[in-house]
Nanobody
């Protein structure tokens, strides 16, 4: 299993980013996937997840600002991040959900300046 995240960057508060994650070794048609952030503790915190048929769930701080989507044919999931805030600054990862693979990708850094 492999996850390759991209799309992060340095932006100002209020701006947008679109994260992408190319997935291999997973049957996309049946697997729920999620975006995580590194957070403070050792465990990564789930930010949003998306089922194989496109249903989404977001944590409260992401609702109304972030949109998860996926293209199973391209084996890629996305996270559109709008109205970014400094507290969104973190390293973002994608992985399977609710049981993530032990093989995490490198993540993509999102930095939001105030």
């Amino acid at each position: 299993v492999e996850f390759v995240e991209s799309g992060g960057g340095l932006v100002q508060a209020g701006e947008s980013l679109r994260l992408s994650c190319v997935v291999s070794g997973i049957i996309m048609e049946i697997q729920t996937l999620a975006w995580f952030r590194r957070g403070v503790g050792e465990e990564r915190d789930m930010v949003a997840n998306i089922t194989a048929d496109g249903r989404t769930y977001y944590i409260d701080s992401a609702k109304g600002r972030f949109t998860a989507s996926r293209d199973n044919a391209k084996k890629t999931i996305y996270l559109q991040m709008n109205s970014l805030k400094p507290e969104d600054t973190d390293l973002y990862f994608c992985n399977a959900y609710p049981w993530p693979s032990a093989d995490w990708g490198q993540g993509t850094q999102v930095t939001v300046s105030s």
